[in-house]
Every structure is written in structure tokens, then in C-alpha cells.
């Protein structure tokens, strides 16, 4: 088959609308602005004809097309066109792609019909507005293919720098949700035709009007021959004229209403290209950086060993903090296989799914053990850490601390062990509480008090049989934590529990690792091990009950307080720390303090107001979209999107 030429096309995939202020201005000025946001222009300046195509069907589309006789030019003038589209509209990006013409399907069988505008109207002329309000039009029986063509002026002997040709087509097809017969087809498109060409002819001279173009017109439209060549001596007689238009006497800028992606845009401050690529074994690649609303080939990414200063990722439902997370975790298991991950999910069901890698222990199991008491450096710890782990999630806060450490003293003095069962334990409460010297009334207030909250809090069977020594023996470490501390990845599932649950398991999982992942002594600064929070709130939120007597603020403070000691010793431990949520303003405010970076997909209100920043920046996280990111890194804030790969 043979080839007459080539056709480079460029697909615009998004763009920001041209929005003029409300100042008065100047007529010139207002001239100058609309000639500078119009599409209606000659960029490379050596009379080439230049065409856009409209789609209005199911979706709506708009390409740039050009003709050339040689795919590597085709090539080159459409790479040159979207770069010089990308300099002249903010946020605008697009796809190149270079189609050779064969002319055998250069022949096509459809009605073709052109739009006949008078030249330079006095009334603006409102086409891409008529195009974008009939895509918007609900029931539209017929879907349209515009082809719009231009060139500057090379007619006339003095032509005007600012004058072109246009010429407009436009082909049908009906709608397949609407069954018509020829007839009312041909009604419908009539009907159509007329809607575009209405409000500019001004009779008897200026007149629009609409007429139906023989089959082999599609030719010269594809191959952009639309326009007569100039004449070698003078001008051309009027009647082979084209008709003419200047810039700002048509719409073509970009409406606000353009249906089409208008990506996210800030102004980056104190960005740093790190000059690393992807592969480097020291960082996790999360994405690319956004720059004036457009993809760069900047990376986004996260130095690995720098985990150790936290990092925050928090977004609404479905807006890719998961995706994320299983990123990040891919890529440090590929480049730094040693380094434990434990991964504490506290509300989503069934997360083992996203990481088949994982020793996964779900509660209620034989496997599921979280001990009372856990062997620490010294006895008195392990005492003290358990009684203020106690007496925070049952909200006694004076005598709660003191009770169960005299308890637990008692216990260990007399049999040089603790008990096994949870339930011994509290019956050994019980007696100290009966043994003391006190009033009796105020005895039984008391003991009254502390046995309504122990039952409130451990009344189920399966929650004291996780709480019990595992083999009796309150130095045996659990399973998961010896994997975790390895170098395995490790998921605790704690969905089943109910809140206060929750809250006393992780008091008790966050004990462990205050106190069995030791100090580095070394001073690497290497992370070795890493902890996610998923849905942190659930533990280190702030109390709905502010008052400081209450159960519930007695519980969370005690829970933050030991999470900030966590936090404020993660460097020295080479502990990485990453809370995910997507509800952050019900976080305690030091979750939110102690983080050096935020990654922020979209958020809600009032979660969008406590990073600071400018109204436009908090306005923009209520409405990005998804796999869009805003990232501070301490004074460094730029938008990014995350990776394509291991999108499900």
C-alpha cells in the first residue's frame, strides 16, 4: 500500500484554563492577552497548516494534528508542538504519536460537512464554547468529529501578521443509546448544524452557513491541504479567497469548562534534585515530581535510612496511601532485604492480601500472643512497664500504677515468677487490695472500682488468652516479635479487637519495643527496623473526653506519652516509624510534631488545615486526585504522582 505522508498527532491529556483577572485593563493590553491565549497561532512560522480535532461521544478528546511528508519530520514537529503548547499553557501535557497515511484508507464513506464562517465577524465567535456545551448536552442523539484547520495569512500581498485561514468540518454519528431511522438522522444533524452556526451571521452581507462536502474532501483534511496556494504574481481573485480571523474574534483559549484532567498545581519551594536514579540501593523511588502541573522526570524519593526520622502518610480511602506503603515496602525488601518490617494493622480487614511476604498473626489464634509481662533488662522495668500499661487502659490513674507494681513484686518475691494466667494476676490484685490497712468503706469503694474495670476491659475469654505467658514463662519471647527483630516481615492483624483492646495491646507491643530493641551503640543511623501504624489514630489519637479524670483521656495520654518516647529514640534504635491514616486531625499533635516528612494525598476537612502552608495548598488537598501527593520534607514542599508499576 502506499503511503502519501505522515500525520503527528498530539493528544492533550490535561490543562489548566487561561483565567484573566477581574482589573481593568487597557484595549491593548486586553489584545495582547487574548493573541497570547490562543491556540489560534503560527509557532514554527513557515506556512504550515495547523488542526485540532474535537471528539464528543461517550468521552470528550481534543488532538493537534500536523501533515509532513517523512516520519521523522512528523516526528519532530509534533514533540516541537507539544513543548511550545507546554511553554504557552500552564499545567498542559500531552502524547505524541506519528501515523503513517495510507492511501487506500484515505477513501472514507461518511458525510462530511463544513462549517462556512464569515470572515472576521464583529461579534466573537463562540465555537469551542458550542463544542464543549453540546459534548455537556444530556441526551445528545448525534456524536460529533470536528477538524478545525488554519494558516496564517500568505494570500494577500501585505498580509496581516495576526490574520488566518480557518475552516471548520464536522461528521456525525448517531448515538447507539438513541435508535433513529435515516430520517431522523438526518433531522438530528441538521439540527446540530444549525445550533453551530447560529448567533453570528449579521444579514444581508455577513452570513454563516453549513454545506455538505464531497467524500474525497477527506483527503485534503487529513493530509492538511485544505487552503489554496498562493498566487505567483498578486492576489487571489475574491471569490478563491478563504475566509479570515484574528485570534481574539474566536474562543480558542482554555475555558474553565473544558472537559479535560486540570491536574494540581504548586508553586515548589526548596525542592532538591538529588541527582540518584532509581536504582540506587539507598533510596525507595515513590514517584515523580510535578512541575507547574505537569509530570517531570524529577524523582521523588525517599532516602531509606532516613525512615528513622518518621514519616507520615495520610489520605482519604482509595487516594493510594496502601499503594504507597507497598511500594515503599517492596523496594526496601529488593535493596535492603535485612531490615525487619512490622506492620500493625488497626483497621483494615484482610491487609495481608497487599503483602503475601508476611508472617501474618490474626486475632483470636493459638499463634496471636501478646504477653502481660516480657523479660527486660531489669526486672523492675518489665514491673513498672506492665503496671502503667495496666493502669492506663483502665483508666486509673493514681492508685493503678502502684497497686499492680506492688502486686507484681509480690508475686515475683514470693515465687521468683509471675503467673501465668492473666485471671491469677488479677486475683492476686484483688487480695493486696483486701490486705490493706485502709477504711473499710473507702477498701470497698476501691476494690469495687478496680474489679468493674478490670471486668469491663477483660471479660473475653480470647483476649486473656493472648495476655497469658507464653509456656507459662514470662521470659519467652513471642514468635513474631524474634521474627520481626530477624529481619522478617512480620503483620499483626488487631482489627478484632474493640478499641480500649487495641489500645492496651499496642501499650503492650510498643513496651516490647522500647525495651528489647536496644540502643545502637555503633551510631550507624541504619534502619534495620521498621514499623507502620495503619489507621494510627486508632492508638495514638487524640481523647474525645478531655477532661483528666476520665477513663479515656487517662488511657490515650499514658498511650502517647509512651509512643512519644518510641519516637524520640527510633534514630538511636534504627527504628523507622511510618503512620498511616486517613482521619489526620484525630492524631495526638505529637504523631503529627514528630514526623520530618508528610506525604499528603487528598484529605477531608478539617485534616487539610494542620500542615500549615497557603489557603491555595490546604484548598488543593480537599481536591486532588488520586495518586497525586503533596510531600514536606521539612522546608522542601512539592506535589508529586506515585509510580505507575504495582498500581493493581
Same mark, same amino acid.
Given at each position: 500500500?502506499?503511503?502519501?505522508?505522515?500525520?503527528?498527532?498530539?493528544?492533550?491529556?490535561?490543562?489548566?484554563?487561561?483565567?484573566?483577572?477581574?482589573?481593568?485593563?487597557?484595549?491593548?493590553?486586553?489584545?495582547?492577552?487574548?493573541?497570547?491565549?490562543?491556540?489560534?497561532?503560527?509557532?514554527?512560522?513557515?506556512?504550515?497548516?495547523?488542526?485540532? /480535532?474535537?471528539?464528543?461521544?461517550?468521552?470528550?478528546?481534543?488532538?493537534?494534528?500536523?501533515?509532513?511528508?517523512?516520519?521523522?519530520?512528523?516526528?519532530?514537529?509534533?514533540?516541537?508542538?507539544?513543548?511550545?503548547?507546554?511553554?504557552?499553557?500552564?499545567?498542559?501535557?500531552?502524547?505524541?504519536?506519528?501515523?503513517?497515511?495510507?492511501?487506500?484508507?484515505?477513501?472514507?464513506?461518511?458525510?462530511?460537512?463544513?462549517?462556512?464562517?464569515?470572515?472576521?465577524?464583529? *461579534?466573537?465567535?463562540? %465555537?469551542?464554547?458550542?463544542?464543549?456545551?453540546?459534548?455537556?448536552?444530556?441526551?445528545?442523539?448525534?456524536?460529533?468529529?470536528?477538524?478545525?484547520?488554519?494558516?496564517?495569512?500568505?494570500?494577500? #500581498?501585505?498580509?496581516?501578521?495576526?490574520?488566518?485561514?480557518?475552516?471548520?468540518?464536522?461528521?456525525?454519528?448517531?448515538?447507539?443509546?438513541?435508535?433513529?431511522?435515516?430520517?431522523?438522522?438526518?433531522?438530528?444533524?441538521?439540527?446540530?448544524?444549525?445550533?453551530?452556526?447560529?448567533?453570528?451571521?449579521?444579514?444581508?452581507?455577513?452570513?454563516?452557513?453549513?454545506?455538505?462536502?464531497?467524500?474525497?474532501?477527506?483527503?485534503?483534511?487529513?493530509?492538511?491541504?485544505?487552503?489554496? /496556494?498562493?498566487?505567483?504574481?498578486?492576489?487571489?481573485?475574491?471569490?478563491?479567497?478563504?475566509?479570515?480571523?484574528?485570534?481574539?474574534?474566536?474562543?480558542?483559549?482554555?475555558?474553565?469548562?473544558?472537559?479535560? %484532567?486540570?491536574?494540581?498545581?504548586?508553586?515548589?519551594?526548596?525542592? #532538591?534534585?538529588?541527582?540518584?536514579?532509581?536504582?540506587?540501593?539507598?533510596?525507595?523511588?515513590?514517584?515523580?515530581?510535578?512541575?507547574?502541573?505537569?509530570?517531570?522526570?524529577?524523582?521523588?524519593?525517599?532516602?531509606?535510612?532516613?525512615?528513622?526520622?518518621?514519616?507520615?502518610?495520610?489520605?482519604?480511602?482509595?487516594?493510594?496511601?496502601?499503594?504507597?506503603?507497598?511500594?515503599?515496602?517492596?523496594?526496601?525488601?529488593?535493596?535492603?532485604?535485612?531490615?525487619?518490617?512490622?506492620?500493625?494493622?488497626?483497621?483494615?480487614?484482610?491487609?495481608?492480601?497487599?503483602?503475601?511476604?508476611?508472617?501474618?498473626?490474626? &486475632?483470636?489464634?493459638?499463634?496471636?500472643? #501478646?504477653p502481660y509481662i516480657t523479660l527486660f533488662d531489669r526486672t523492675m522495668i518489665s514491673i513498672r512497664a506492665s503496671s502503667n500499661t495496666f493502669a492506663a487502659c483502665l483508666g486509673l490513674?493514681?492508685?493503678?500504677?502502684?497497686?499492680?507494681?506492688?502486686?507484681?513484686?509480690?508475686?515475683?518475691?514470693?515465687?521468683?515468677?509471675?503467673?501465668?494466667?492473666?485471671?491469677?494476676?488479677?486475683?492476686?490484685?484483688?487480695?493486696?487490695?483486701?490486705?490493706?490497712?485502709?477504711?473499710?468503706?473507702?477498701?470497698?469503694?476501691?476494690?469495687?472500682?478496680?474489679?468493674?474495670?478490670?471486668?469491663?476491659? &477483660?471479660?473475653?475469654?480470647?483476649?486473656?488468652?493472648?495476655?497469658?505467658?507464653?509456656?507459662?514463662?514470662?521470659?519467652?519471647?513471642?514468635?513474631?516479635?524474634?521474627?520481626?527483630?530477624?529481619?522478617?516481615?512480620?503483620?499483626?492483624?488487631?482489627?478484632?479487637?474493640?478499641?480500649?483492646?487495641?489500645?492496651?495491646?499496642?501499650?503492650?507491643?510498643?513496651?516490647?519495643?522500647?525495651?528489647?530493641?536496644?540502643?545502637?551503640?555503633?551510631?550507624?543511623?541504619?534502619?534495620?527496623?521498621?514499623?507502620?501504624?495503619?489507621?494510627?489514630?486508632?492508638?495514638?489519637?487524640?481523647?474525645?473526653?478531655?477532661?483528666?479524670?476520665?477513663?479515656?483521656?487517662?488511657?490515650?495520654?499514658?498511650?502517647?506519652?509512651?509512643?512519644?518516647?518510641?519516637?524520640?529514640?527510633?534514630?538511636?534504635?534504627? %527504628?523507622?516509624?511510618?503512620?498511616?491514616?486517613? *482521619?489526620?486531625?484525630?492524631?495526638?499533635?505529637?504523631?503529627?510534631?514528630?514526623?520530618?516528612?508528610?506525604?499528603?494525598?487528598?484529605?477531608?476537612?478539617?485534616?487539610?488545615?494542620?500542615?500549615?502552608?497557603?489557603?491555595?495548598?490546604?484548598?488543593?488537598?480537599?481536591?486532588?486526585?488520586?495518586?497525586?501527593?503533596?510531600?514536606?520534607?521539612?522546608?522542601?514542599?512539592?506535589?508529586?504522582?506515585?509510580?505507575?508499576? %504495582?498500581?493493581?
Open positions: 500500500m502506499e503511503i502519501v505522508g505522515y500525520q503527528s498527532k498530539v493528544n492533550i491529556t490535561q490543562v489548566l484554563p487561561c483565567v484573566g483577572d477581574d482589573r481593568v485593563r487597557s484595549h491593548e493590553i486586553e489584545l495582547k492577552r487574548l493573541i497570547n491565549t490562543s491556540w489560534l497561532y503560527d509557532p514554527f512560522g513557515d506556512n504550515l497548516t495547523y488542526g485540532v /480535532e474535537f471528539r464528543v461521544g461517550r468521552c470528550f478528546s481534543w488532538e493537534f494534528f500536523l501533515f509532513s511528508d517523512t516520519s521523522e519530520i512528523a516526528e519532530e514537529l509534533g514533540g516541537a508542538l507539544l513543548y511550545n503548547l507546554q511553554n504557552r499553557y500552564k499545567g498542559l501535557d500531552g502524547e505524541v504519536n506519528v501515523y503513517p497515511l495510507y492511501s487506500e484508507f484515505l477513501n472514507i464513506d461518511r458525510d462530511l460537512y463544513e462549517l462556512v464562517f464569515p470572515s472576521n465577524p464583529p *461579534n466573537k465567535l463562540n %465555537l469551542l464554547g458550542k463544542i464543549i456545551n453540546y459534548y455537556k448536552t444530556p441526551k445528545r442523539r448525534m456524536d460529533a468529529h470536528f477538524f478545525i484547520l488554519w494558516k496564517r495569512d500568505n494570500l494577500h #500581498v501585505s498580509p496581516d501578521p495576526f490574520n488566518f485561514m480557518l475552516r471548520t468540518f464536522v461528521t456525525f454519528n448517531p448515538n447507539s443509546e438513541f435508535p433513529m431511522n435515516s430520517d431522523e438522522q438526518a433531522s438530528k444533524i441538521n439540527t446540530v448544524l444549525r445550533y453551530f452556526i447560529s448567533d453570528v451571521s449579521i444579514p444581508p452581507y455577513q452570513k454563516a452557513n453549513y454545506i455538505l462536502l464531497p467524500p474525497k474532501y477527506w483527503k485534503n483534511i487529513i493530509t492538511s491541504n485544505v487552503f489554496p /496556494e498562493k498566487a505567483p504574481y498578486g492576489e487571489l481573485p475574491r471569490e478563491l479567497m478563504p475566509k479570515f480571523i484574528n485570534p481574539r474574534l474566536i474562543d480558542f483559549d482554555i475555558p474553565l469548562d473544558l472537559p479535560l %484532567l486540570k491536574p494540581p498545581v504548586l508553586e515548589n519551594r526548596n525542592t #532538591v534534585n538529588l541527582g540518584v536514579s532509581k536504582d540506587d540501593p539507598n533510596y525507595i523511588y515513590i514517584g515523580k515530581k510535578m512541575n507547574e502541573g505537569v509530570l517531570s522526570t524529577e524523582l521523588a524519593l525517599i532516602k531509606i535510612d532516613e525512615l528513622t526520622t518518621l514519616l507520615n502518610i495520610f489520605g482519604k480511602i482509595g487516594t493510594g496511601k496502601s499503594t504507597l506503603i507497598k511500594i515503599a515496602l517492596d523496594e526496601i525488601q529488593k535493596k535492603r532485604p535485612e531490615i525487619g518490617i512490622l506492620i500493625l494493622n488497626f483497621g483494615k480487614p484482610f491487609l495481608e492480601d497487599d503483602y503475601p511476604m508476611a508472617h501474618v498473626y490474626k &486475632f483470636p489464634s493459638e499463634q496471636f500472643k #501478646v490513674k493514681y492508685l493503678g500504677p502502684q497497686i499492680f507494681s506492688e502486686t507484681l513484686q509480690q508475686c515475683y518475691s514470693s515465687y521468683n515468677k509471675f503467673p501465668a494466667d492473666i485471671t491469677e494476676f488479677f486475683r492476686c490484685v484483688d487480695e493486696n487490695l483486701k490486705a490493706k490497712s485502709w477504711e473499710p468503706e473507702y477498701k470497698q469503694h476501691v476494690c469495687t472500682a478496680f474489679k468493674r474495670r478490670i471486668y469491663e476491659l &477483660f471479660h473475653r475469654d480470647d483476649l486473656k488468652v493472648t495476655l497469658n505467658l507464653i509456656e507459662g514463662d514470662w521470659k519467652v519471647i513471642p514468635d513474631w516479635f524474634t521474627k520481626w527483630k530477624n529481619g522478617e516481615t512480620v503483620l499483626l492483624d488487631l482489627t478484632k479487637f474493640v478499641e480500649e483492646e487495641q489500645h492496651l495491646i499496642g501499650m503492650l507491643i510498643f513496651n516490647m519495643i522500647e525495651n528489647l530493641i536496644p540502643i545502637d551503640t555503633e551510631r550507624s543511623n541504619k534502619l534495620k527496623y521498621l514499623l507502620i501504624i495503619d489507621e494510627a489514630h486508632r492508638i495514638a489519637g487524640k481523647a474525645s473526653d478531655t477532661h483528666s479524670e476520665s477513663p479515656e483521656f487517662i488511657m490515650k495520654n499514658s498511650t502517647n506519652s509512651s509512643l512519644k518516647r518510641i519516637w524520640q529514640e527510633s534514630r538511636a534504635k534504627c %527504628l523507622g516509624i511510618i503512620n498511616a491514616d486517613q *482521619n489526620p486531625h484525630l492524631l495526638h499533635e505529637v504523631a503529627i510534631d514528630s514526623a520530618r516528612k508528610n506525604i499528603l494525598f487528598q484529605l477531608g476537612y478539617p485534616s487539610n488545615q494542620i500542615f500549615g502552608g497557603t489557603i491555595k495548598e490546604r484548598d488543593m488537598l480537599l481536591t486532588l486526585q488520586g495518586r497525586y501527593a503533596l510531600v514536606i520534607n521539612n522546608n522542601e514542599r512539592y506535589l508529586m504522582r506515585t509510580r505507575d508499576d %504495582l498500581i493493581p
